[in-house]
């Protein structure tokens, strides 16, 4: 391919189809080449920020993000995340197809809309996505997956969840979370304690790890067991 390709491929032919051309170009760029070799690269060096993080900055809000191994992690915490989260994470390729039916059986009924989303979609839509809800955005959220997925193992994406998601007040990630709530790092973490960690995951800013409620705490505690007891995390070790 030489410079004369590069010049008709973007400047076309006539002034409509030019501008037609270029603006197909950027997404097709935005959302193939540029999304697959942020990935490549982040596949084997720490992630140092999400989306979600600048917003924070830029609107005057703490940021605490600390990014640990996760061979570094207590493995209670690894247990507790794929079981109160996603108990499905080794056997799916990105969607719980399951538990999208019983989503959306449950809307149907008038029942309120419970989350339906894997760790694999929660990481797609925090590495490249600010929190907001709209069907354009469930769309690019999943065909973002399906990239994650492609181009990360498992236990890459379990590893960029427990870094990156946003466990309340401002604490981005295990480390963090650990530090703000019970003064130590994500590798000593009690097994109770990461329970704690993993039951306020749904909602972080309003519940508090310290007082996890007595039904989350027992719910959570009781997928971990499950988690650990069935091997669940076989494909993360």
Not at 151 to 158: A, D, G, N, S, V
Not at 229 to 234: H, L, S, V, Y
Request: with cysteine; glycine share 6%; proline share 4%.
């Amino acid at each position: 391919m030489n410079k004369g390709f590069f010049h008709r491929l973007w400047n076309g032919s006539g002034t409509h189809k030019s501008w037609l051309r270029r603006i197909a170009l950027v997404l097709f760029a935005f959302l193939v080449p540029l999304p697959l070799l942020y990935l490549v690269v982040f596949r084997f060096v720490p992630v140092p920020l999400t989306p979600q993080m600048v917003l924070y900055v830029v609107t005057g809000r703490e940021v605490q993000h600390s990014w640990r191994s996760i061979d570094a992690m207590a493995p209670g915490l690894k247990y507790s995340v794929i079981g109160s989260e996603d108990q499905n994470f080794c056997s799916h390729h990105g969607f719980d197809v399951e538990d999208i039916e019983l989503a959306l059986k449950a809307h149907e009924e008038g029942k309120h809309l419970r989350g339906a989303s894997t760790l694999s979609q929660q990481v797609a839509r925090t590495l490249f996505l600010l929190p907001a809800r709209s069907w354009v955005r469930k769309g690019v959220e999943a065909y973002l997956t399906v990239l994650v997925e492609f181009t990360w193992p498992k236990k890459r994406i379990l590893e960029a969840y427990l870094n990156l998601v946003d466990w309340g007040h401002g604490n981005f990630g295990a480390e963090a979370a650990a530090e703000a709530y019970f003064h130590t790092n994500a590798g000593a973490l009690s097994a109770s304690q990461a329970a704690r960690m993993a039951s306020v995951l749904p909602n972080p800013d309003k519940w508090k790890a310290q007082r996890a409620g007595k039904r989350r705490m027992s719910r959570a505690i009781a997928r971990t067991h499950e988690a650990s007891e069935n091997g669940m995390d076989w494909c993360v070790r």
